[in-house]
């Protein structure tokens, strides 16, 4: 592949200070999730937002949608989905005497998948397919996800009755995990003064369109990455399975996840190649999720983890 141009580049950065911009006039004092989401988005990966009920989650993937111009489809996952409300199902056609396919909601450009881990193991695993590889099998036959796609789900770490915990092959086809929080006070004022955010989200336009996106994520494959930054990724995946206090480590899959997001990060920052800089502000968010400590769930050891993995793998 060849390397991006310095066209490609700026064009591309054009598009995330754009869409930056505009999804931080609703998302007012959320800058760095807004940062992440669109260079989840970038990178063709998921984002997996784990955090309290009412805090802006659901808002966060409409206003990406919007402002891509993208079609979005909200799933809300309960004990009783099945896997065809998530995939579609066919049904058979009185006058054309033939079944004919109904798409279900997964076939969309951002889908939000509302407490996901609220489903069944048998309807997550619906899913498992269309994020890893963009496509949908249904009765033998495969439909393929409209481009670009890209899954926004959200889990309430909080409220954890009637949840089935995401199994790691699911978590781990989430490129990143972040959360909203609460908002800063004078934002949290505002919003008790004007009620919702719903009122700037109607207001908002696109600032790019899918095609947009589409030429920026190709402009972000040909970013390159030296070998000795792709050896030094490794040796930091390695360091978390290494760690005595963490029952499983990052898997493959991270390092693949967490080069793709280096390269968005470099390309942002308009250079043509990555940096263990690059590698290292993303780590956290990406590798974070998948790592099992021995003796806590906690989210925040997790974190701490990779931290202590960055600090003690030499940079190549």
């Known amino acids: 592949m060849t390397d991006a141009t310095a066209e490609?580049?700026?064009?591309?950065?054009?598009?995330?200070?754009?869409?930056?911009?505009a999804m931080n006039t609703v998302l007012e004092g959320k800058a760095e999730v807004v940062s992440l989401t669109v260079t989840a988005l970038l990178a063709g990966g998921h984002l997996l937002l784990e955090d309290?009920?009412?805090v802006g989650k659901t808002l966060l993937a409409k206003t990406l949608a919007r402002v891509v111009g993208g079609s979005v489809r909200r799933i809300q996952f309960t004990?009783?989905?099945?896997?065809s409300d998530v995939l579609g199902v066919n049904l058979f056609n009185q006058e054309s005497r033939h079944f004919e396919f109904r798409a279900g909601p997964i076939f969309s450009n951002?889908?939000?998948a509302d407490e996901i881990n609220r489903a069944s193991p048998k309807t997550q695993s619906a899913m498992l397919e269309c994020m890893a590889e963009s496509q949908a099998s249904v009765?033998?036959?495969?439909?393929?996800?409209?481009?670009?796609f890209m899954v926004i789900a959200t889990q309430n770490p909080i409220d954890m009755e009637g949840t089935y915990s995401l199994p790691e092959a699911q978590r781990d086809r989430f490129m990143m995990r972040s959360s909203v929080g609460y908002p800063a006070p004078a934002a949290e004022a505002d919003l008790l003064?004007?009620?919702?955010?719903?009122?700037a989200l109607e207001d908002l336009r696109p600032v790019a369109s899918l095609e947009d996106v589409v030429r920026a994520r190709e402009a972000v494959r040909s970013i390159t990455a030296s070998p000795q930054l792709r050896g030094y990724?490794?040796?930091?995946?390695?360091?978390?399975?290494a760690d005595p206090g963490s029952v499983l480590g990052a898997s493959p899959r991270g390092g693949l996840h967490l080069l793709r997001a280096a390269q968005v990060r470099a390309l942002l920052a308009g250079r043509g190649f990555v940096t263990p800089d690059d590698v290292q502000a993303l780590a956290v968010s990406v590798l974070a999720h998948r790592i099992i400590r021995r003796d806590s769930a906690d989210p925040a050891d997790a974190a701490a983890a990779v931290r202590e993995a960055v600090a003690r793998t030499p940079v190549q």
């Open 233 to 241: 990724i490794v040796a930091l995946l390695a360091a978390t399975r």
């Open 79 to 83: 004990p009783d989905l099945l896997p």
């Open 52 to 54: 309290v009920p009412g």
């Open 8 to 21: 490609q580049i700026t064009a591309a950065r054009s598009l995330a200070e754009r869409a930056n911009g």
């Open 193 to 199: 003064l004007h009620q919702s955010g719903r009122e």
């Open 139 to 148: 009765d033998g036959t495969t439909y393929l996800m409209p481009s670009p």
């Open 110 to 112: 951002v889908v939000i």
